[in-house]
């Protein structure tokens, strides 16, 4: 079970879009529709962005939006500010009641 | 309101035993799932494993099998993370969440950080 790979760091300015990508394989993100995304500041603990590859739970903004395609998920982020500027987690269930976490990506916003 | 409540830092020597408690409130304890991450300094998060608090029923990462035992009390709707024989590397920040057992970790503990240091 190794980590869905996810690119160490993207960036971008207010105002622009970011997007993250998660690779994993056919035993995880190509089978399931059970993808979802945390933000994590430093020294806080992580928080749900999205589940379920693309949707998003009662309180996040509607710039944060996920897909999927084969065996890459993606998460966007539109319309970028300041807060956005975090570590991003994939994670896809791998079956057997299993999970699997992407690298992490740093968010910098310019 | 949910909330996921964990115990307290821990500074332990090598070889010592520990346990780890997160108590949710807010919801059924028994009609979901905990799913406890482990985050080593500087470093990503990783799946520990998961239990369902009906019936207990516990599934672990094959990368922890055997490193940590997860548990459950349902007396008290509380849930543990526990090490045997803890090594320096068990060092680390350990987050428990609420999950519905397919990949979803909808509400967060504060975090355990566990030091293993000689």
Redesign the interface.
């Known amino acids: ?1 190794s ?1 869905l790979s996810q690119p160490r760091s993207v960036s971008g300015s207010p105002g622009q879009s970011v997007t993250i990508s998660c690779t994993g394989t056919s035993s995880d993100v190509g089978t ?1 529709k ?3 995304w ?1 933000q ?1 500041h430093p020294g806080k ?4 962005m999205i ?2 590859v693309s949707k998003r ?1 009662s309180g996040v903004p509607d710039r944060f939006s996920g897909s999927k395609s084969g065996n890459t998920a993606s998460l966007t982020i539109s319309g970028l500010q300041g807060e956005d500027e975090a ?1 991003y ?1 994939c ?3 791998a079956g ?9 990506t740093q968010v910098a916003v310019l | 309101e949910v909330q996921l409540v964990q115990s307290g830092a821990e500074v332990k020597r090598p070889g010592e035993s520990l346990k780890i408690s997160c108590k949710p409130s807010g919801y059924t304890f028994t009609s979901y799932w905990i799913g406890w991450v482990r985050q080593m300094p500087g470093k990503g998060l990783e799946w520990v494993g998961i239990i369902y608090c009906g019936d207990s029923d516990t599934r672990y990462s094959p990368s922890f099998q055997g490193q940590v035992t997860i548990s459950a009390d349902k007396s008290i709707s509380t849930a543990y993370l526990q090490w045997s024989s803890l090594k320096a590397s068990d060092t680390a920040i350990y987050y428990c969440a609420r999950s519905d057992g397919v990949a979803i970790l909808d509400y967060w503990g504060q975090g355990t950080l566990v030091t293993v240091s000689s």
């Open positions: 079970q980590a399931y059970t993808v979802s945390y994590q603990a992580p928080k749900l589940f379920d739970p570590d987690y994670c896809a269930y057997r009641y299993t999970f699997v976490f992407g690298t992490g």
